[in-house]
């Protein structure tokens, strides 16, 4: 059978590390979608915050199977 | 508390300007969709009628706030 | 009137072939989106098994009409 | 019929918008050129002079049909 | 001796497949211009209509000798 | 001579227009640097409020001559 | 256990299709490596003769397991 | 009021991690500049010594106001 | 003495970080290479399994001398 | 008065330099347009024979004024 | 230690060479700054004057040390 | 017949020119390999010594043909 793979986008962050953002944007597309396959990083960035890294922000493309 | 933002990709379109394009796409995304918080511009590209630019469209990312 | 329309991103597979895997995504899109228009390639690759080409996997984005 | 378009890169030139500067470059390309259909923005920059902008230039890619 | 050759950007489509596609491009290149000696594939999109791929567009550059 | 010239990268902002958010950028640098000469789009986004775009943010590379 | 991945890069060429050129450089890397696992399609291009698509080359990455 | 931000290239390096050279950039940048808001990573690589990677070094971009 | 330097692309893997992807790929490069120099990130991505991030795949290129 | 550019793609080739290869590519251009007023090199490649470079070959884009 | 590197972006010019365009850059910024260690090509492009190349035109990255 | 090429990553480095690190990665890759046909340039940068440029370091895949 031929499958076929949705992919969405979203941002996660976290003031510990850019894996812990993540997991953060996984786990949060846990809650609507099953089947989540992989993700692709697409940008990482940070906020500074008095002169200090205060939050990883990490863009990800998670993609999840459409066949059911 | 850590946010994740989903972001979306829409092409809006104008007669008028490339920023009228965007507004409409931001517009439409409105309709359906609360905590708009950011875009993003991909591409600018339009349609020529008679010699003339008709319609200038605009591909934004749209970012909004998935938290509750 | 001012369209606007938005993207998603799908990858589809096919044993066959690029064209079959592109087929298989639109048509999946299908099935829960009216008023599709358009679909850009954006990544080309594919499984090898014993040491030939097993599934051809095209990702593309498809653009469909946000109006009604 | 299967139509083939062909693409030619202009960059037009405006002291007031970037609209403008497309407009121009596409209305240069329709003295000699018939049936242009659409333009993709590839790049927009522009002159200072005076230490405000003096023109803005946005470079074009404009397709056209090359049936008949 | 020192060859220089010149490319130019076309699209060519076809309801049958990315390649007829860009043989078609070709063909119609070679209307005007002798000494086509190769293309690189740009861009591949295509239109939907009716839920199901009606054209495959594909964008190439072709390159051809400009010495005689 | 040979002119040797120095690119910064700026993001002005402006709630009116894109073109208005490079004026500002620009007008900056002009405050305190002579010999501003052209400007490079990098990046086009802004922020949403209230469903609307509240500001549009340019981010322009900005040469200037650094002989004297 | 953690996997290790090597790619390496092949062109493929094929009268017929962009799909058997890719084939070919698969069968290809297949004669001296085992473990062949994926390939992303990095590059579409192709040699002209007579006005005509003479051969279809396309160079891929492919990825192989290194564990042993 | 409209803000002008400036972002300036930094790689910093760690023998951590690849958050440490960020935050090192980061605490570097903040020596000489009030008022950094963010950073974007733009490349990360490293140095290998003794076949064991002994040093992070990642680029980014970090944006503080102009304003005043 | 004028060095050259080869680079190979790996691809490591590791449940525990992006660090540990990389250094598991330099280890493996190092079992059969000598004089590893340096590493650029190419790619970013990971394996989902339960909703949770499984495996950090980290591809880089790396970069050895070619000299004896 | 506003400009409007075109941009031709050519690519030289010599068995000198690549400084040679563009100087032919422009060469060529001047043969039958008038009005060159810049070039951007795209691409930088080159024929090997006998296991020493025979040819350089570079890619570029050759600006020139439409208006009369 | 754990070094910190500042990246700026220069573009020199030269009659005779791209090489030269480049030492040029690297000289003026020695001008200004100590322990200049590297540079990265980012762009190359000429000024046309009467059909000829004019001025190599090699816009540069520099990188030098923080420390002190 | 369908031929298959390789493509290697070598980066040359020089003293007096770019091109002089290009030949200098060819003939090295010569050695070893036999069938070398063409170079990609993928990347020019160098190593500044005293505020001068000490070396030029090329990057360049080298294609060779992989059938016998």
């Given at each position: 059978?031929?499958?076929v793979y949705k992919?969405?986008?979203?941002?996660?962050?976290?003031?510990?590390?850019?894996?812990?953002?993540?997991?953060?944007?996984?786990?949060?597309?846990?809650?609507?979608?099953?089947?989540?396959?992989?993700?692709?990083?697409?940008?990482?960035?940070?906020?500074?915050?008095?002169?200090?890294?205060?939050?990883?922000?990490?863009?990800?493309?998670?993609g999840?199977?459409?066949?059911?």
């Open positions: 059978m031929d499958h992919k969405i986008e979203l941002t996660g962050s976290s003031p510990e590390s850019m894996e812990k953002a993540v997991e953060n944007a996984v786990a949060k597309a846990g809650e609507s979608l099953r089947n989540l396959r992989w993700f692709e990083v697409v940008d990482s960035r940070g906020q500074i915050e008095g002169g200090r890294v205060a939050h990883w922000q990490v863009t990800v493309k998670i999840f199977t459409l066949d059911d």
